[in-house]
């Protein structure tokens, strides 16, 4: 395979998986019908414990993690900035 190819199919897998995450990122946005970082806050604020919440926050803010290092990958992949196992 040339790079380009590899490059090519890690690219698709990549993008299947930024598609996965957005998907679960805007799920939660849609549950609680606010972004992360006000979620957290108010979270964080709260008196009352919610634990279901807390295990919320802890997987959006895993998602959005992931997402972002997914967006470098693509990035990398889309300038050929990778390197094959020989």
């Not at 549950?31 to 959006?60: K, M, T």
């Not at 998602?63 to 997914?70: A, D, R, S």
Request: aromatic share 10%.
């Amino acid at each position: 395979m040339t790079k380009k190819q590899v490059g090519d199919a890690v690219l698709t897998d990549y993008l299947s998986e930024k598609q996965e995450l957005e998907e679960k990122l805007n799920l939660l946005k849609q549950r609680y019908r606010i972004d992360l970082q006000i979620f957290e806050a108010q979270l964080e604020s709260s008196s009352v414990e919610n634990f279901e919440a807390w295990d919320d926050l802890i997987q959006w803010k895993a998602y959005h993690q992931f997402l972002l290092e997914l967006e470098t990958k693509i990035t990398d992949i889309r300038n050929g900035d990778f390197q094959m196992a020989e």
